[in-house]
Each structure stands twice: as C-alpha cells, then as structure tokens.
C-alpha cells in the first residue's frame, strides 16, 4: 500500500462512521443551541482520524512528495 491508498482508506472509513453517526441523530430536535448529543461521538471520531494520520505521515515521511506526484498524475489525466 502506498500513503495516498491508505489515506482514501482512511478517509472513507471516517466518512462512514461520521455518516452512520449522524443517521444515527438524524430524527433527533435539539432542543437549545448547545443540544447535540452526538458531538462527544463526532469528536472522536475526528481525534482518532487525526492521529491515524499523524501514524501515516511517519509511517510514510516522503507523504508529501507522494502527495504532490498523486495531484500531477490526476490533473494530467483529467487534462490527457
């Protein structure tokens, strides 16, 4: 696996469990301005994709280089 397929992994997999999570509250009424009872969950979530991406970046310390090769190969592509 390279640093780009397993950050789309990533990705998609955090996107899932955010969407599960708000399907989970989407019937819910707040009711005030600070009533989201999911926000505990939803931060979470967001903490455990951010250190799996801290993981990935040292796992991969050319992910930048990597990064940058991904967008020039699709921009030809989409310009190809």
Request: avoid cysteine; glycine fraction near 4%; aromatic fraction near 12%.
């Amino acid at each position: 696996m390279s640093y780009v397929s397993e950050a789309q992994r990533l990705q998609a997999e955090t996107e899932m469990k955010l969407d599960a999570l708000y399907e989970k509250y989407s019937g819910y009424v707040p009711k005030g301005l600070d009533d989201e009872p999911w926000s505990a969950e939803e931060r979470e979530i967001i903490r455990a994709f951010s250190a799996a991406v801290k993981a990935l970046r040292l796992k991969y310390p050319d992910w930048e280089e990597t990064v940058e090769e991904y967008k020039r190969q699709k921009d030809e592509q989409g310009h190809g």
